[in-house]
């Protein structure tokens, strides 16, 4: 058990029988009232995101999350293959479960696997990976950083928008959370 002032960002409750997970709260103290949290939750199952207010200092119930560090090995039919990077065991983890991190894992990426009671609710990823582009259409003459961007697919398959100078073959760096263009990274 835990108290909304506990509350972070990335904890998992039980509410009603169903894992929640935090995704972002704040914690408000109006002139006149009492204190609440405000909070925005996401069923782990389901990927159901709703906003939902506790009041302040209100009893919650932790879900026991255990966080892995693991190794995204690769793709097994619809499966994906994880190793924990401790034990070395694998585990097939499902594309529902894994969701929208798959547009962002190449083989051999470290990334972080929680699970509860045994079950695999989601796979976590650091906020930016690099990636190498595959195709682009060419740049213009003449283009410049700050002009534009076009579309670009990356090794795994994902398109994002890049600034019109990119080529295939470059490395960017990509904000796991948004998809979005973040840097071209220099080797």
Do not use: C
Not at 18 to 42: M, S, Y
Not at 93 to 100: I, L, M
Request: aromatic share 8%.
């Amino acid at each position: 058990m835990a108290t909304t002032n506990d509350l972070k960002n990335g904890l998992v409750m039980v509410i009603d029988g169903q894992l929640w997970q935090v995704v972002e709260f704040q914690h408000v103290k109006p002139g006149k009232g009492p204190a609440f949290v405000r909070t925005k939750i996401k069923n782990v199952l389901s990927g159901k995101t709703v906003d939902k207010t506790f009041n302040a200092g209100l009893k919650i119930e932790t879900a026991t999350v255990d966080r892995r560090d693991m190794t995204y090995l690769y793709q097994d039919g619809t499966d994906y293959v994880f190793m924990d990077q401790s034990t070395y065991e694998q585990i097939n983890v499902s594309a529902e479960t894994v969701g929208d991190a798959k547009n962002f894992m190449v083989e051999n990426q470290d990334v972080i696997v929680s699970l509860h009671e045994g079950t695999v609710l989601f796979v976590e990823l650091p906020a930016t990976v690099v990636l190498e582009i595959t195709h682009t259409e060419p740049g213009l003459q003449g283009d410049r950083s700050s002009a534009g961007t076009k579309p670009a697919t990356l090794e795994t398959g994902y398109e994002i928008q890049v600034p019109l100078f990119m080529e295939e073959g470059t490395r960017v760096k990509v904000d796991t959370r948004d998809g979005s263009y973040s840097g071209r990274v220099t080797d």
